[in-house]
């Protein structure tokens, strides 16, 4: 079906076409070809390659790249040019690619939106355009709300009347590998007061858990990745991961195992927080009765506006919320630390996995999340 | 308890009183006296009466004036000096007088924060200064509201990210009355394109729809504002309200009779909206069951903050949202105005009620509500 403005694109050139000379206008409907307005939001993204520190293993998969598609939103009105910056992370299980993020954002036409502060018409309308592709729908809500703080003089936490000093601190995380090699990954943690260890392989949980003990008294918390099958071995462990110091343990069972999830929540001596069974806001609901909070990313979620709807969601039914990420730059990263304020916990660590992290946005001081001050999300191309 | 600033306050008198030479500084706690900080943030307000047009009749009380308490908040930092608006309207009904606002709020100081947009924080800590005084609490949340958009320079439909053309229209308010006194008042709805009559006395529940349906085609909703005791009756009402053109029934048994009105709305052709039972958030999941949906009143729910999130929660639960009012001049009216793009249906037109009213604000345009463009609420003086 045509758009809007290709209708009217097409009405424009019929009616000149149709209309050779004055004398014939009297026999065709009046169609008076309109000059177009100047497109005032424009929309650009180009690929980008992100590469880790070290490679990366989770219970189901490892890798040392991570692709993603950087996106730019400019804003011109008068002498008023704004650009925001937005980015679509891809790790391979999600679906997503860089050429389905492309192609994706070469769907969405923003010229066709007058107003730049109608974000809950031009991301509904970006939502509805494809299923899923939420990686690419969260570069233009990031993009599109840089660019809404920027013309508004204010940092994102401003806008949504959030304390940037009630961020919390951020886990630092260790995937699953030999202990050697954990033990070098742990001189990285210094920074900060929270570590978070990848387990959920079964054979190497208890020694994951006790390499990491054995270099730091600070609090831990455990993401399993859906990596255990056995409900019972799943509570054991976790009520000696709770002795070990462990604060809260992330997705125990694939999240299709609801009875077994729910089962194990009921039991749990440290909240069950789900990451896998709740991708959007209307999953929440479902999550309730299963898990005792719930993991937003904004690459799961389409962004920070559907983000913040998902906290206010949350807290309403009494769930703790903790904001993760994928490998990302500090683009996504930032936008999501502006949330930070309203949760539980954070696991913001993405940009400092990798070599080539394109943008200076939020940083850690302290193990602490310390949010940029500039207008919108607060970044700066490096 | 003393605040912060007072402990500072008298530390620093303690140290003034402490140190009369210089000598004597050694023997005691070096406390350095700071020049006290220029207040950023501060809060005025004032008794008013809003005179009401007609007296207003609902099935368990009637009135001609309404108390109302209007705030300012004043914002200066260096040369910038921003004025917001605020209003606490207490219909006798609901428990807060001018007294009991006035009081409230005195024992709000602005004063301590330094971030104005730090709206989480600063609401969060006025709701826990006491229980109730929710009308209190909306006129500090408007006013702050007002404050921030215009440091922004942006209405508040743009803060939250609201498209301005999708404003419903607003219906107004036919109080119950005699046949001739509804066929006199029916003059004024000319403006109007939908019609929200009350009833819920039951001798008077057809006359005042036949009395209205005789003068016009227009679509209609009722509220029976807890009026009707009969589970039977009620249903048996709303059905006839279908056949009469009534769009959906507000409040037909009281509150506290939740099983009835539950057995009411699995049984209604329309849909039927609580207000009573839905005062602040946490009430909605309990309404979840009870209800189609809810009447968000900023008097009831502590202001534009909360109301936000209640659309959001009521949204992800599948209910039908209104927007409604009590007797208000144009700033509380604008204030919930500016919410009115996300919602059903709204019902905003308590400033047209009275004769007094002191700002400009929302208008209502061919029936439908149409939003100030300016800054903030976008109200002004009159």
Redesign the interface.
């Known amino acids: 079906m045509p758009t809007r403005r290709q209708f009217l694109g097409s009405a424009a050139l019929a009616a000149t076409a149709l209309t050779p000379s004055v004398n014939r206008a009297a026999e065709f409907p009046t169609i008076i070809p309109q000059k177009a307005a100047p497109k005032k939001l424009k929309l650009s993204f180009k690929p980008y390659t992100l590469e880790l520190k070290h490679a990366f293993n989770v219970a189901v998969y490892s890798r040392t790249t991570t692709p993603v598609v950087l996106t730019q939103v400019e804003y011109t009105e008068g002498k008023t040019k704004v650009v925001g910056y937005g980015e679509a992370s891809m790790p391979p299980y999600l679906g997503e690619t860089q050429e389905s993020v492309m192609k994706f954002l070469s769907q969405v036409d923003l010229g066709k939106y007058e107003?730049p502060?109608?974000?809950?018409?031009i991301?509904s309308d970006a939502d509805a355009l494809m299923p899923d592709n939420t990686a690419a729908k969260a570069s233009l809500d990031i993009a599109l709300h840089d660019v809404?703080g920027k013309?508004?003089?204010?940092p994102l936490?401003?806008?949504?009347?959030?304390?940037p000093a009630?961020t919390p601190n951020t886990t630092f995380t260790i995937g699953i590998d030999k202990p050697e090699v954990v033990r070098e990954k742990m001189k990285e943690t210094t920074p900060f007061n929270i570590i978070k260890v990848k387990i959920g392989q079964q054979d190497s949980d208890r020694m994951m858990i006790e390499t990491v003990r054995s270099m730091t008294d600070k609090p831990l918390v455990a993401d399993a990745n859906q990596g255990w099958k056995d409900k019972q071995y799943a509570l054991d462990t976790i009520y000696w991961l709770k002795e070990q110091g462990v604060q809260f343990i992330e997705q125990p069972l694939p999240k299709d195992m609801v009875d077994e999830n729910a089962w194990i929540t009921e039991r749990s001596p440290i909240p069950v927080i789900t990451d896998e069974a709740v991708k959007r806001?209307?999953q929440?609901?479902k999550a309730k009765d299963v898990y005792h909070g719930i993991n937003i990313k904004l690459m799961k979620c389409t962004g920070v506006?559907e983000a913040n709807?998902m906290i206010?969601?949350a807290r309403?039914?009494g769930m703790k919320v903790m904001i993760g990420c994928m490998t990302e730059t500090s683009c996504a990263i930032t936008a999501a630390a502006h949330l930070t304020?309203?949760v539980d916990w954070a696991d913001l660590d993405g940009a400092l996995l990798i070599k080539n992290d394109c943008f200076k946005g939020m940083t850690v001081q302290n193990g602490k999340i310390t949010l940029p001050t500039r207008p919108g999300l607060g970044i700066v191309p490096v």
């Open positions: 107003n502060f109608d974000l809950e018409t991301l809404v013309l508004m003089g204010q936490y401003n806008l949504w009347g959030y304390n009630k806001l209307p929440i609901l506006r709807k206010t969601l309403a039914l304020p309203m």
